[in-house]
């Protein structure tokens, strides 16, 4: 081979590697550089270990910031402060103090507010904390409306917002019987939000902050996901997956429920939630290992006609695909 021929390919090898580094435009970029909730500053008493410190009522800064959020993702819903912070903060605190080892050490550290409103567009949002242009932590902000619900009825109707009702619908039990409360509920909803603020302090994925993300190069999303709405696997093993929307009611499950669940149980993916972009895959995937693997606690789905079970699978954390996945979450936790 020429020498000419080979310089050749190493300058076009460059360029497509500075190509699929830049990644696709981060919507989201502006919003969280510009408010002064992603700002140390606006933090103090961090130092405390009551969680009641760490808990707000809507203020205008978190306001601000959901109104954003929800214009980039098209939804038109503007939140407003919680009308019983009390009582809802009570059964917060319940939910926080429940946890335990690693998960609770992380939680203090890294979780440094949390904000409750209602009509917030969905049951949760996170954001990211800077300290010297590193990222130290985040925030959460809860919907109290739509937490106001025990843990298999709130996890059961956020499954259910996908599809259009009719006589096919699904339920998901994710706790036995005496401990299925509204303090679990929020328990599994806060360390999925959290898990978003994981995957930018240590690192897992593209920053938040970045104009641009590309997930090519993190090897926790190898060969799963291309870009942050865009999955390997959508052009061939699990099409309709592009089309599926949480808080939409847009799919009819009876004519879908086939090419997504059964499906679903044979991908990277344990849960269907964790496929709707990259990075609800791994905040997906680290409420899925701490319930199932490190709490052994239940996670069962069932799809039901006219009340009669006629699909069931579990969530899928303990896949031989989500190897790497899980070692990861493990380095994370017990490192």
Not at 274 to 291: E, I, K, Q, R
Request: aromatic residues 12%; charged residues 25%.
């Amino acid at each position: 081979m020429c020498r000419l021929f080979v310089v050749f390919i190493l300058i076009f090898e460059t360029f497509y590697s500075c190509k699929e580094e830049a990644g696709d435009p981060n919507p989201y970029s502006d919003v969280l550089s510009s408010t002064p909730l992603s700002r140390i500053e606006n933090y103090v008493g961090l130092e405390s270990p009551d969680w009641a410190s760490r808990i707000f009522n809507l203020d205008n800064y978190a306001l601000d910031y959901v109104n954003e959020l929800n214009r980039v993702d098209g939804f038109a819903e503007s939140p407003s402060p919680a009308k019983d912070l009390n009582t809802f903060k009570s059964t917060l605190i319940d939910a926080l103090n429940s946890q335990t080892g690693p998960v609770a050490s992380l939680l203090k550290n890294k979780l440094l507010r949390i904000y409750v409103c209602e009509n917030l567009g969905g049951s949760a949002v996170s954001g990211i904390v800077r300290k010297d242009g590193k990222s130290v932590g985040g925030f959460v902000i809860l919907d109290a409306n739509t937490l106001n619900r025990n843990a298999d009825d709130w996890i059961s109707y956020k499954e259910n917002s996908t599809f259009q009702k009719g006589n096919i619908k699904i339920r998901i039990r994710i706790e036995e019987e005496k401990q299925n409360t509204k303090a679990n509920a929020l328990r599994y909803i806060v360390l999925h939000e959290f898990g978003h603020i994981l995957s930018e302090t240590e690192k897992i994925g593209p920053s938040f902050f970045s104009s641009k993300r590309s997930f090519a190069n993190f090897e926790f999303y190898k060969e799963v996901w291309k870009s942050e709405k865009v999955s390997y696997l959508d052009d061939s093993t699990f099409t309709i997956r592009p089309q599926i929307r949480f808080y939409s009611e847009s799919l009819s499950l009876e004519d879908n429920w086939e090419k997504i669940y059964p499906i679903l149980s044979k991908t990277p993916f344990p849960t269907l939630y964790s496929a709707a972009n990259a990075d609800d895959f791994f905040a997906d995937s680290f409420v899925s290992y701490v319930h199932v693997i490190l709490e052994k606690k239940p996670w069962e789905l069932e799809i039901l006609k006219n009340d009669k079970p006629i699909f069931r699978m579990g969530n899928g954390i303990e896949k031989d695909t989500l190897t790497i996945q899980r070692k990861m979450i493990e380095k994370i936790l017990f490192l």
